[in-house]
């Protein structure tokens, strides 16, 4: 990504142009291929937590609409008349299949016409344009990674729906979990959170600012399955003393057990993926536990979750230069070597299967494997400004969600990085969530 914009030059745009180009084919390509399934599969309801996959599918071209033709390309509205219908702000996913919602053929032609006017806003557009929708390609960011977004949403909803076909298994690494400390210590000291200059960060990424933080230790690697069976079978889901208040409602209410997606079968552990069922692999992170378990687990392990802030230190922080890293390994675009994404696999990688990715401190899998909590809840940083409109992050400031970071198996690369903020309610766990834990450093340790 050009970071001088000022001295952008012919050939870095027509470059910029081609990666936005190729970046738009490949999302493109995702979302058809998640909604190739017969109609009745994409027109149904599978959880009152999800949308029908067509409403997300035509939700994705009308966004692009907005964004690109109407607000970026000052071009006339193709459907306005479809725009109450696809405000996700209007409509809570649990009414969304009453709503006169274009039918699987219509949408798959209405996000064809959008896109290729797109394209021709793309060809035409000045990346050193003040309008901050238009410089370096902005609006581009925003709709590739909104798309990108919903189409990691549309895999969740595959997975509820129990429909086979979706599991690939990849070419993953293999497991190396001993090859390393259990904890890191990250030393006492400030870092700069957030960022002021990635051209596509969202807002409530922005502005970067100083925090100085405690002495603390991190896992090096996310909660593994095995440990979680031994919190399952030490009584943990029982054990009141270990839950959040509400946590422990929530669990009480409704019978849970396991993580989502589980059940004992005789004297193992079984998991649902995608429509098949399969062993719980011992060596892979956890996943599908939401905020109440991974808090609760936490407790029963001596622990914490990390605050926001402890989780993104311990990822892209580089204490020898004093400044952050785009990824954990630094500013090298993610490949297969260091971090499992884009649904290279239906699953998460095993532990310590990627330690090329490991941020400077020495933790591993922090960008990809599973979305992981952190105990922060979500708000806007010092200095924070909406943009480009108000209901991206600032309505869902407060305490009703809690921060997640890194990305998880089924983010692409190009949505993922050290600074960005994903959030959910604590009882989320449709999608791709799992956890590590922290503790705070004793002063004889911090050193």
Not at 29 to 55: C, F, G, I
Not at 253 to 273: M, Q
Request: with cysteine; glycine share 10%.
């Amino acid at each position: 990504m050009v970071s001088n914009l000022d001295a952008v030059t012919d050939l870095d745009a027509d470059r910029l142009k081609e990666r936005i180009a190729a970046q738009l084919l490949t999302v493109r390509d995702r979302s058809l291929a998640y909604t190739s399934a017969e109609d009745d599969v994409l027109l149904r309801q599978h959880s009152t937590l999800m949308s029908p996959l067509v409403w997300d599918l035509a939700h994705i071209g009308n966004y692009e609409e907005l964004w690109v033709l109407r607000e970026a390309g000052g071009i006339t509205p193709l459907r306005p008349e479809i725009d109450d219908i696809y405000d996700a702000f209007k409509h809570p996913r649990k009414d969304r299949p009453s709503l006169p919602i274009l039918g699987p053929d219509e949408a798959r032609r209405y996000i064809g016409g959008v896109r290729g006017r797109t394209l021709d806003v793309l060809d035409a557009l000045d990346f050193t344009d003040p309008d901050p929708l238009r410089r370096a390609g902005f609006v581009f960011g925003l709709v590739i990674q909104h798309e990108h977004q919903h189409d990691e949403t549309m895999l969740a909803t595959l997975q509820l729906s129990g429909r086979p076909g979706l599991v690939r298994e990849g070419d993953l690494p293999a497991a190396r979990p001993g090859r390393g400390p259990d904890e890191v210590l990250v030393p006492a000291g400030p870092f700069q959170m957030g960022t002021s200059t990635l051209p596509w960060a969202y807002d409530n990424e922005r502005p970067a600012h100083r925090v100085d933080l405690p002495a603390y230790w991190i896992d090096r690697l996310p909660v593994g399955n095995a440990a979680y069976i031994a919190f399952i079978e030490a009584g943990g889901y029982d054990d009141e003393r270990l839950w959040d208040p509400a946590g422990w409602r929530w669990r009480t209410e409704g019978a849970i057990s396991a993580p989502l997606f589980w059940s004992k079968e005789g004297d193992g552990w079984w998991r649902t993926r995608f429509g098949r069922s399969e062993p719980v692999p011992p060596d892979e992170p956890v996943q599908h536990v939401s905020w109440y378990e991974a808090d609760a687990y936490a407790r029963w392990a001596g622990k914490r979750l990390p605050t926001e802030a402890e989780w993104e230190k311990a990822c892209g922080w580089d204490p020898a230069t004093g400044r952050a890293r785009r990824y954990p390994w630094g500013d090298t675009e993610p490949h297969p070597g260091l971090a499992n994404l884009g649904h290279r696999a239906a699953r998460p990688a095993p532990l310590g299967a990627f330690p090329g990715g490991a941020s400077a401190y020495g933790v591993e899998q922090m960008i990809g494997e599973v979305w992981e909590w952190t105990g922060s809840c979500f708000t806007g940083y010092p200095g924070f400004r909406s943009f480009p409109y108000r209901e991206y992050s600032e309505v869902f400031f407060g305490q009703d969600y809690r921060v997640l970071r890194g990305g998880s198996w089924a983010a692409d690369p190009a949505a993922v990085r050290t600074t960005f903020r994903n959030w959910d309610y604590p009882i989320r766990r449709q999608i791709f969530t799992g956890f590590r834990c922290a503790r705070t450093a004793a002063p004889g340790e911090a050193r």
